[in-house]
């Protein structure tokens, strides 16, 4: 063999393509493997210019070589050029040119490798992100990827399916596929005894099926598979990041076979997409989730309620149909979580959520409003339907339930508002319904009520007043009267009781009767308290500065003031700050402040006793607590109530009644005071049954400080009272 033998043995021989031209640009040698690159014989290209090989080239790469012509542009160079075969196929190679000299001869070598599955994988990878980049849709992202695996390989059909979590394989993309070999093989369960799909994941491995017909394992689906001419498939489960299978993608042939280099290639760029593409879904759905679902009770939150209800509106309008909204609330939800924390709380709102989530129908949407609310919007309903259901709702959600160790009778106020005689938008018929509710709450709670344009009225005027309140309280407008309470025994001046006066400007004098109850419901309450204490406070200094004798103020405070742990203390510096005692202060607490199944409202009566402010309590008779109660506790005074002094002339068994309140208040070392006393007759009996404080406006009715201050000074001998 010559030397020149030799050495083109071993270049026929090399892996790569090899191509040598000289410098006139003719190919004098390609080796067997350009033969197979190019698609050419070396006889068809023996002597041809090397242009017959390769596509122009680019300008910009001839502006970068100005001095070189031909295939010596690219020396020092590798590029990748797509060769287009005589059969008409395409395929990639990247090229490197090296200049050779070898006595006085110029020659070029080229070496060149296929990289057609690179470029492939890159140019799927590109376009199958540029889609998932611009569509939400999973399907469509999978869909596109299944093609453009077909147009690569036209052998194989492809198809992807999801792995839920009940093990079960939803198939989300197999284009080319009929509609009815998809529902039947949709939902196959995984396993070892399912179709190659199936045994992938459960595995979690590649499966290869060579020939379906033959394989015992493959058991659903086959004779589909088979009808449509399918005789391999092979199956590639998809894996998470946290290496759990959450799909499969399949390849199937139409003849028996196994996977080529290209196939498990393309497979590997696949299933990685898909995970991509399934992952990205699947953080959409979850952050999805998040915004348009409660976390605890995993219902429809507010945002998607009023999506929803939107579109139940404009249903209704095109159907000319009615719409129920049901506002519903779950009564004494506060105590649950106040006296049983807040995870019996948090249970407490999951039974009632399961329990409205089973009691309602598809077509309804049920939402978890805030807190203890829940708004359920009933399509197609009229009154009676509604009311039906609110019925049905209340008797399923008052069954006994069991939080933890402890047995809870649950119970709801349910507010009806209708579409369209209440409202035109979901706003005004949820503030409709809710204000429905307030008004089943009113007539004894577990009990549903009809929003009516006379509740509107009754909630817009109550809600002006509540803001007029507000105001009144910020500008200093609420004033403070004084009643006294006198000693028909000694004569003497007993105490005052501070009664609090608002004159509005724009809604004229309005009872307390009526805005404190207001303030209680508005949560002003404990505010307006603080005022009247301390104004109670500094008047009775400024008195005493100006040489009025007057022993003690009373001041009324409602049964929420007692949830207040830090009133005690507000108390202790109010005195302090006035100059006062203990002694000075007594405060007027109801009945109901004793039967507060609130844990606070106990301990603050008894830091308050503790202190040395005296307690009275305001209204006796009318509440329900008993004697022995109330023997426990540290009060030091009775009101009774003014019913009592009214009937008293006329009413053997009320004079009976006050009788024995007074040996009661007595026995226990209890001032008992009068109150309401409006004429000498009830005095004189009330004198005559042992009472000795009286108040009411026999003496005088509630004055303001200016005029309180004449009557104290007309009044200082009390000699009338006699
Ligand atoms: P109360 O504490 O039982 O006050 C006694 C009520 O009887 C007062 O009504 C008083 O004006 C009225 N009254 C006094 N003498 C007579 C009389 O001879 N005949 C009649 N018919 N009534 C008489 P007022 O001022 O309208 O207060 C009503 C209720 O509002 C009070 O009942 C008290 O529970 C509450 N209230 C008044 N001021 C305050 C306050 O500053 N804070 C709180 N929390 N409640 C207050
Ligand atoms: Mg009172
Ligand atoms: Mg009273």
Redesign the pocket.
Known sequence: MSIAQFYSQILEQAENAIIIVNENDDIVFFNGNAERLWGRSRSTVQGADISLLMPPLKDDQQTQLPNQSGIGLLVGHYVELPIERPNHTRVWAEISVSRIEITGHILYLIIARNITLHKVHKALRQHVLQVMANTESLQEVLNLLCQEINRIAPEISVTIARLNSDGRLNTLAAPGFPSEYISQTNNIEIGPQSSSLGLAAFRGEPVVVRDIENDSNWTVGKHEALRLGYKACWAVPVKAQDSNVIGILAFYYRVCRRPNKLHTQLAEVATSLCMLAMEQAQSRARIHHLAFFDNLTNLPNRSLLHVRAGQAIAQAVRDRTQLAVLFIDVDRFKQVNDSLGHPAGDALLCIVAERLREAIREVDILCRYSGDEFVIVLTQCDSVHASDLAGRLLAVLSAPCQVGEVPLFPACSIGISLFPEDGQDMDTLIHAADMAMYQAKQKGRNCFSFFSGQLNLLARERFALESALREALETNRLK??Y?PQVNIETHLLHGI?????WNDPQFGYI???RF?PLAEKCGL?NY??QW?LNEACRQLAQWRQHGFTVPSVS????PS?FHNLKLPQYLEAILRSHGLLPGDLLI?I?EGVLMDSNPNAMRTVNEIHALGVRLSI??FGTGYSSLAYLRSLPVDEL?L??SFVHDLVHDKSTRALTNAVIHISDSMNLVAVA????HSTQRNLLKAQGYQVV????FS??LPPEEFEKWLDKNISFTQWK
């Open positions: 403070l009267y009643q009781e501070a009664l609090a006066r009872s307390p009767a404190i309450i307006l308290s009247v001041v009324n405070l409602s003031d007027e109801t305001d209204d009101k109530d003014q109150e309401g006393v409006e108040q009411g406006n026999l009715p509630p």
